[in-house]
């Protein structure tokens, strides 16, 4: 037989050598490298929107691995915590490898050349960020490795060595992305992706000026605005759902997204927050709640127009982002059954479910969430083609005012540009700097604030407790309403839960946050095991 | 001659007739006259005192005009040849002709005749006919054939003898199929184990490799699952050789083949090669051990015989788990609740709902096992061949069929099969040419719910994690619903169907040129093509609310076709010349070959969803989401290789081997392997200081043998992505990613490094082994002790996950299997009862010896050095905690432990909790410095015992089969019920841990407890899987020849049998303990409960043969 019996080649597979010689084939490489954006699933390492549930605004209790790093009972053992690592080095050993031979290709415009290459710079920035935002330092690779090489070996990059090479990198892909794309392409990173990321990281580090900067970049832009569709009380919440996918042309907030596709690329999120069978996997907590002001711009235990006296009085008279972010009374619903005294499935939602008799969602907390909500995918599984922002208009508005009120430039003006804007979407009263100052009102704390209620449910609150060092509030027990605003009928499903002093029920107690150990991941088990050179941050030595 | 003999015999006046008995019992040697001249009864006086033989007979035929040889045990006292009685010779001589058969009348070409006392021997032609001319008319015939009894028969001046030989049921004259050729078992060096056709009769084995389990020493089987068309049993030869791939290497008439589709009515033998000597001349694809299936053929001159056998039967599973009711599951789920510290469920009345069937919508109490599975399913299985042959042509054509229904409701489980098979061997065409032709072609259909039938879903998975308040129905007849799982009888009814159908079509043809008369050359073609069609239909189920009629919940809402389309083709050609030459006691064969080995895989797939019809399920009907897959891989490889046999008088056995192997896997620099081996064996009962001696007369035969060689492992079994068939070659290839504009993109990227320095794995080994019959041959034993070394293991060496893409296998890492086999046979006939036994035991110990230097893999299943692959990893325990193991603090009355825990479960560990062991002493426990190897996986003593008894037309078997020691792990909702929302409790928790029941098994429970505390792999979670089972029972009873033989009917026999019909075991009542799966390379084999039950079979079945 012939001499080359035995020379054969793969029948499914370009060898690297004969790759990245077209245009084609560089814009299929990009395209593999955004396959590591976190969007919603239920594993920590590929959800940005199950993040949420490391922080104080919604509870799941039974025990996740969510659950074990919101109360710090969790161990260097946990798997999430190396899933997370092992992806997020996964998605640069990628980027790094179209980076080091994208410049082989022939024949490819050089604008578009230097386009994909930006595109993958800001992805290997992207994925880098989540490594110093939960790991601190971290080995710091920017070629592709092979076996043998030394780098695998080497211990961490300092925390500042990386955060400089993210924020240099940001700032040197924004000039070659193009402001926008044709329909085509919306989805890919842009150059307010860029900016807008790079003023987030900046601000998770206090760099305020860097962020400032950056933010301010992105607002002069002059393409993002606010998403409205000229209804005070819908355009908020219409943002999470289908109308709000970042390939609609009307959304000119979404700047970057995980963009999800019917029956093509789909997640369960509206099916978990509203499951008419079992306990939502989205309950809000007493804390989330009470954080929202009174419509009069004051807090609840300073306002004259908050009550308590009743289930449906929690909701009234409150920033009218709360309403569209918690499930309130009179809202339509698809969790059947609510908490009334019968037990037949209900239109419009009123009282919250505590009976496990399947007929509609029980609450773990007295609350449910209505961001995020797409009503037609509750019904069945993994149907839900909601689109998770990672990055809106109105974080990098929010980020702008906290970073020039860090540094103490923070005006009225600058309020007015940036987070009026956020209250006149929904009709809530403006921040003023003068009122705040009557009212006994501490600014730092209003900005917190504003942020918290504005990205709520989003992902970001966990982020936001990191660099805030408000770990405290993690080990404080998770609370849900008062006991005594459950009718007489439900009383019997909640005889067994405590209650505190004031008679709200405790869901979640014996929480922990040592500090400064739990501001930081440990090095995950399996990579210190493999690599003895890797060193554990302070406390998890 | 006769040396050895002796004897002593002092007597007056003794005839010779009673010499003659005497000497005979004396020293086992048989006396024949070939003339009547001497006078038997005519007496003389003997004085021998240990005389020698020699001695007595030249007294014996002093002075008589006689002499005498001595041959074989026998002495032959004839006439002195004188003159005259030459003359007298030649007017007594006859010419005799014949023919030998077998029992059944089957031909038996080269069977021998000789003429006892002389030179003369006759060889029977094609037909089995022979011809003697010119014997002495009184002469004694010996007639031999190899594998069968040599038959002794005094010619009595008859001219036609008609000689039928009985198989020989030691097998000790059998000829066996090795590699490349056949040898006789008497003279085999290599470790070779054989069974047979009637080794496999009347059982309702549904696929040959679950059929093997228990018949073959050294082979473990382990069967993986009782459904319809499953793969059969993992076979497993002396052990796991590599960390990656270790399946046995299955050549049905030469050409590599899926064992599992060959209608086991079509076998006639099997050959399972064991050591290198009789493996390495597969070089590459033989390090795990090869398994030589040969089919049957036709027998020249034979008139056509036709064979009916058939059964019918009913399975029903061995063991499933028997879950909790309502009322019971509702107050174990509050204490779970109330002991972790979350609101209970249920309230009292609410329990007490579910307990009197009030609302049976929602508080209902299924039994869902009872609800998915049926009482029994049928199976039936029904054979026909055709067999005979003329002078030059002979045939065998076979049918079979099939068809075996699963156990679940909605009757989406089944398989059928249907087999055809024709062979034809054209023999001495042009006098020198043989030809054999070889044709199967193979219809299967299995079918099984679209919802699969995996670790972590489908219908049997789900018995597991739905709630016991769902019901079947609702009382308005619609699908129950109670949130959580689907409901598994609706997915097994209407849930759609999963529809594999493939059509194999094997063939070869193979032609055999005598260029001389010991010089031949042989070509083989062959041929396997396989092509599969598979339809996955999901439909969509609508749960409705019972009151109101609304949707509640849609289990898959776009009903969706998934056709897939896969088409294999494998290719071989192979050419060998073979030589035999025999000088004298000087015996040599030798051969040389090649061999080519070439695959090519396609595969495509499409889906798409919205079918406007249930009932019609193609593609056109489909009216979105189109998609498409495509994918294709091949590989090449190309061996050389040859043998030398030679021995010295049957006595002194030499064989050496070579094989030299290519692949298209690696690179061309690291592309060929040789793989050289070479064994000895000696038969010491051929020494005649052994065959005289009277003291070892009960030794009929003996032999030692040992061999070492060194085989090759082969890659591309191991691969699990198509581009890893070449490791060497940096690869590309499509991956997932996100959508952008609104559609699906395409993103590619490599996903695994390459290595072109990889190579093969290489194995040594070594085996010596000692082979004896005793008592004519009634008892048979074997004992063999291995040593098998495998080497450079491809091995993943775990790398930091900084490297950032899948590492390619590295040549490193090195594993022993030491291991020992024995069997032992006893066969034996007490005028028309026929009784036989035969016992197997083996064990095999596998350890890893060396990981490349580098750090294992923490995992449950470990790799570890010093231990057996894919060992248990875990805690040691120290049983459930006790309130004295806790402190009371006064004050707060807090319990603190007076143990060591994991610093994270602070607070957290109360009574009932078990108690893991601080192995480094530091006081807590750690995941990384309190783990140890805890157990191992793979059985260990592995025996089974097999007897038959006939007595007249009865017939009587049973097949003990068994595991001496295993460790088995289930994990998941099939033994932790609260873990998760949707593990439920069986009725082996209610033995569960609380204050006033301290001795309990299960500790105390915890809903979703995720702490260290409970579920880690653990000692105490270990359950002996050692087990003792009645594998197969069987009674035939075959009715007289004279009462049918009018009829044409040959042979008319009925039987009962049973497969797994009774099982002894420690093991959790709720599963078989072939559930545990031995550690494998790919994938966690713990298994969680989600597969189908092992099923027991009971048949009744007849054989029929038609003249």
Redesign the interface.
């Known amino acids: 037989c012939s001499k080359d019996f035995l020379d054969r080649q793969p029948l499914d597979a370009i060898t690297d050598v004969s790759f990245w010689e077209t245009e084609e084939q560089l814009k299929l490489a990009v395209n593999g490298c955004y396959a590591y954006l976190k969007g919603k699933s239920e594993t920590l390492q590929d959800s940005y929107v199950d993040l949420e549930r490391c922080g104080d605004n919604i509870i799941y209790p039974p025990l996740s691995d969510y659950l074990s790093i919101s109360t710090g009972v969790f161990d260097y053992n946990l798997p999430s915590i190396n899933n997370e690592w092992v992806k997020q080095y996964a998605a640069i050993r990628r980027c790094n490898h179209f980076l080091q031979n994208y410049e082989k290709a022939k024949g490819v415009k050089p604008d578009l050349l230097s386009r994909y290459a930006a595109e993958v710079r800001f992805l290997r920035a992207h994925y880098y960020s989540f490594l110093i935002m939960l790991f601190g330092d971290v080995p710091l690779i920017t070629k592709t490795l092979n076996i043998g090489d030394p780098e695998i070996m080497a211990t961490q990059t300092p925390k500042a060595e990386v955060l400089n090479f993210v924020l240099q990198e940001l700032e040197a892909a924004a000039p070659s992305l193009p402001p926008t794309y044709t329909a085509v392409d919306s989805g890919r990173i842009t150059r307010g992706a860029a900016l807008g990321w790079k003023a987030k990281v900046a601000l998770f580090f206090q760099k305020w000026d860097v962020a400032e900067a950056a933010a301010k970049a992105v607002m002069n832009l002059g393409i993002y605005s606010l998403y409205s569709n000229g209804n005070t009380s819908t355009s908020y919440k219409e943002l999470f759902t289908y109308k709000g996918k970042i390939t609609n042309a009307a959304n000119k907030e979404t700047i970057l997204a995980r963009p999800y596709l019917a029956n093509v690329s789909e997640h369960n999120l509206s099916r978990e927050s509203w499951v008419p069978d079992q306990v939502s996997r989205f309950s809000i907590t007493k804390s989330l709640v009470d954080a929202y002001l009174c419509s009069d711009g004051k807090p609840i235990d300073k306002s004259a127009l908050y009550s308590e006296s009743t289930y449906a009085a929690i909701f009234q008279n409150r920033d009218p982002r709360m309403i569209q972010t918690v499930l309130s009374p009179g809202t339509a619903w698809e969790g059947k059954d609510d908490g009334d005294q019968d037990s037949n499935p209900n239109a419009i939602f009123n009282l919250p479910k505590w009976d496990a008799d399947k007929k509609g969602t029980v609450t773990g907390t007295g609350y449910y969430n209505l961001k995020y909500v797409e009503p037609t995918a509750v019904g069945v599984y993994n149907k839900d083609a909601n689109d998770i922002h990672l990055l809106r208009y109105a974080e990098v508005l929010l980020t702008y005012a906290e970073a020039r009120m860090e540094q103490g430039t923070l005006t009225q003006t600058d309020l007015d540009d940036t987070i009026n804007k956020l209250r006149t979407r929904v009709g809530m009263v403006q921040m003023k700097i003068t009122e705040l100052n009557a009212w006994g009102m501490d600014l730092r704390t209003e900005i917190r604030r504003e942020r918290r209620i504005e990205l709520a449910l989003e992902g970001h609150r966990y982020f936001d407790i990191l660099r805030w060092k408000q770990g405290s509030l993690l080990a404080e027990d998770v609370k849900g309403i008062k006991k005594s605003l459950v009718p007489a009928y439900n009383q019997v499903y909640i005889a067994t839960i405590p209650t505190d002093a004031q008679g709200y029920l405790i869901i979640n107690s014996g929480r922990k946050f040592v500090e400064p150990k739990n501001y930081l991941w440990p090095v995950p088990l399996p990579q210190k095991d493999l690599n003895p050179n890797l060193i554990q941050p302070d406390g998890w030595k | 001659s006769s040396f050895g003999q002796r004897m002593t015999l002092e007597r007056k006046s003794i005839t010779l007739q009673r010499i003659f008995k005497e000497i005979r019992k004396q020293t086992g040697y048989d006396v024949l006259l070939s003339t009547n001249r001497i006078g038997i009864n005519s007496t003389i006086d003997v004085s021998f005192s240990n005389a020698a033989l020699d001695e007595v007979m030249e007294k014996v035929i002093q002075g008589r005009g006689l002499t005498y040889t001595i041959e074989d045990k026998t002495i032959l006292i004839k006439q002195n040849a004188s003159l005259m009685d030459k003359l007298m010779f030649v007017f007594n001589a006859i010419d005799v002709r014949g023919r030998i058969t077998d029992d059944n009348g089957k031909a038996l070409p080269g069977a021998s005749v000789h003429v006892k006392g002389t030179k003369t021997t006759a060889v029977a032609n094609n037909n089995g006919e022979f011809f003697l001319k010119g014997i002495e008319d009184n002469a004694v015939l010996s007639v031999s054939y190899l594998g069968f009894i040599t038959n002794e028969i005094r010619v009595d001046r008859q001219t036609v003898i008609n000689i039928v030989l009985k198989e020989d049921q030691t097998g000790l004259n059998e000829v066996v199929v090795v590699g490349f050729g056949t040898q006789k078992k008497s003279n085999l060096t290599g470790s070779v184990s054989t069974i047979s056709a009637r080794d496999l009769v009347g059982r309702p084995i549904t696929s040959v490799s679950s059929g093997l389990q228990g018949l073959l020493p050294g082979l473990t089987a382990v069967g993986q699952s009782g459904m319809p068309g499953a793969s059969g049993a993992m076979l497993r030869i002396r052990g796991l050789t590599s960390l990656n791939n270790s399946e046995p290497f299955i050549l049905v008439d030469g050409i590599p083949q899926d064992l599992n589709s060959i209608n086991p009515e079509d076998i006639e033998s099997v050959s399972l090669l064991k050591d290198a000597a009789s493996t390495s001349i597969y070089g590459t694809r033989a390090a795990n051990g090869v398994i030589l299936i040969t089919t049957k053929s036709g027998s020249l001159n034979q008139k056509i015989s036709i064979s009916y056998n058939g059964y019918y039967g009913i399975q029903k599973p061995t063991a499933l788990p028997k879950m909790l009711g309502s009322a019971a599951y509702m107050e174990l789920l509050n204490e779970a609740q ?1 002991n972790s ?7 009292q ?2 329990i007490e709902t579910a307990r009197n069937g009030s609302d049976p919508n ?2 209902a109490n299924t039994n869902w096992f009872n609800e998915i599975y049926k009482n029994n399913a049928p199976q039936q299985n029904h054979a026909v061949s055709f067999t005979g042959g003329s002078s030059d042509l002979k045939y065998y054509m076979s049918y079979g069929r099939q068809d075996q229904q699963g156990l679940a409701v909605g009757d989406q489980f089944g398989t059928v099969r249907n087999n055809a098979r024709i062979r034809l061997n054209a023999a001495k065409i042009l006098d020198i040419l043989d030809i054999d032709a070889n044709l199967g072609y193979i219809d299967r259909d299995v079918n099984q719910s679209s919802a699969a039938t995996s670790q972590n879903g489908g219908v049997f998975y789900t018995g597991l994690t739905i709630s016991p ?1 769902s019901p079947v129905k609702f009382t308005n007849g619609l699908w129950g ?4 799982s689907s409901n598994p009888v609706a997915i097994a009814t209407d849930g759609g169907f999963d529809l594999a159908k493939t059509q194999q079509f094997t063939g070869s043809i193979a032609a055999t040129l005598h260029l001389m008369k010991d010089l031949e050359l042989q070509a083989q073609y062959g041929l396997d093509m396989h092509n599969q069609n598979r339809n996955i239909f999901s439909r969509r189920i609508d749960y409705l ?1 019972p ?2 009629g ?6 898959n ?2 009903n969706t076709l998934d056709e897939r389309q896969y088409i294999n083709k494998i290719q071989t050609f192979a050419a060998q010349v073979n030589y035999r030459l025999n000088l004298n006691a000087h015996h040599l064969k030798a051969l040389a070959g090649t061999q ?1 080995e ?1 695959r ?1 895989n396609d595969y495509w797939r499409a889906v798409k ?1 919205n079918f406007l019809s249930d009932n019609v399920p193609v593609l056109n009907l489909g009216t ?2 189109p998609t498409n897959y495509g ?8 061996g050389y290789f040859g043998r030398i046999n030679y021995d010295f008088a049957d006595k002194y056995l030499f064989e050496a081997n070579l094989r030299y192997d ?3 896997t690696y690179a ?1 620099e690291s ?1 060929y392997g040789l793989f050289p081996s070479a064994s000895a064996g000696w038969r010491f009962t051929q020494e005649n200081f052994i065959k005289n001696s009277i003291a070892l007369a009960w030794l009929s035969e003996g032999k030692i043998r040992m061999s070492y060689g060194l085989l090759g492992n082969q890659y591309n079994a191991d691969a699990s992505g ?2 890893e ?2 490791p060497y ?5 499509s ?16 996903t695994v ?3 072109t320095a990889l190579e093969w794995e290489k194995v040594r080994m070594f085996n010596i082994a000692v082979d004896l019959a005793l008592f004519k041959n009634r008892l048979t034993f074997t004992a063999e002790w291995y040593n098998r070394e495998t080497r450079d293991i491809q091995l993943k ?9 899948s ?1 390619s296998d ?1 040549n490193a890492g090195s594993v022993s299997n030491k291991g020992w086999e024995l069997n032992l046979g006893w066969n034996d006939q007490i005028k028309e009862f026929r009784y036989g036994f035969s016992a197997q035991l083996s064990d095999v110990k596998n350890k890893v010896i060396s990981l490349g230097g580098v ?1 294992p ?2 995992a449950n299943n470990i790799r570890l050095v010093g231990y057996p692959i894919n060992a248990y990893y875990g805690y040691k325990t120290a049983g459930l905690a006790q309130a004295a193991d806790f402190t009371k603090d006064e004050v707060t009355g807090k319990l603190s432990p007076n143990f060591p825990i ?4 602070a ?2 560990v109360a009574p009932g909790d078990l108690k893991f062991v601080d192995l480094d002493g530091d006081g807590i426990i ?3 410095k309190d783990r140890t190897v805890i157990g191992d996986p793979f059985p260990h003593y592995t025996y089974s015992f097999r007897g038959n008894l006939g007595f007249k037309q009865f017939d009587f078997s049973f097949f003990l089969q068994g595991v001496g020691k295993a460790n088995g792990y289930i994990s998941g909702p099939a033994i932790h019920p609260f873990y998760a ?1 949707a593990a439920f409790p069986q009725e082996m928790h209610l033995d569960h841990w609380t204050p006033d029941n301290t001795t309990a098994w299960y500790p105390r429970l915890l ?6 505390t409970t579920r880690q792999l653990a000692e105490y979670w270990l359950q002996d899987a050692s087990y003792l089972r009645l594998k197969n029972i069987q009674l035939g009873y075959t009715i007289p020849n004279k009462w049918i033989s009018k009829w044409r009917v040959d042979q008319f026999r009925i039987f009962f049998s049973a497969d797994n019909l009774f099982t002894s075991t420690n093991f959790f009542s709720a599963y078989d303990p072939e559930t545990i799966v031995p550690g494998e390379a790919s994938g966690d084999k713990i298994s969680n409960g989600g597969f189908y039950p092992q099923v027991k079979t009971i048949i009744f079945g007849i054989n029929l043969r038609l003249k």
Request: proline fraction near 8%.
């Open positions: 109330s510290g979350i609101p209970p469920s249920f309230t009345s609410q929602y508080f308040l619903y109670g949130g959580g609310y009151e109101t609304a949707i509640w919940y849609t289990s809402p776009n080519l070439w090519r969803t979105a989401n994918d294709a891989f091949q590989y090449a490889l190309r290519g692949t298209s061309p592309r198509y581009g068939y070449y070659i940096p690869s590309i290839i991956v997932s990613t996100m959508p952008i504009g609104n559609v699906l993109t395409q993103g590619f990227a490599q490094l390459a290595n060496v775990a790398q930091p996950a900084v490297i950032g893409v590492v590295q750090a893999t923490i994991f610093p994270v479960d607070g957290k750690s995941a990384d929302d809903f979703k407890d995720t702490r260290n």
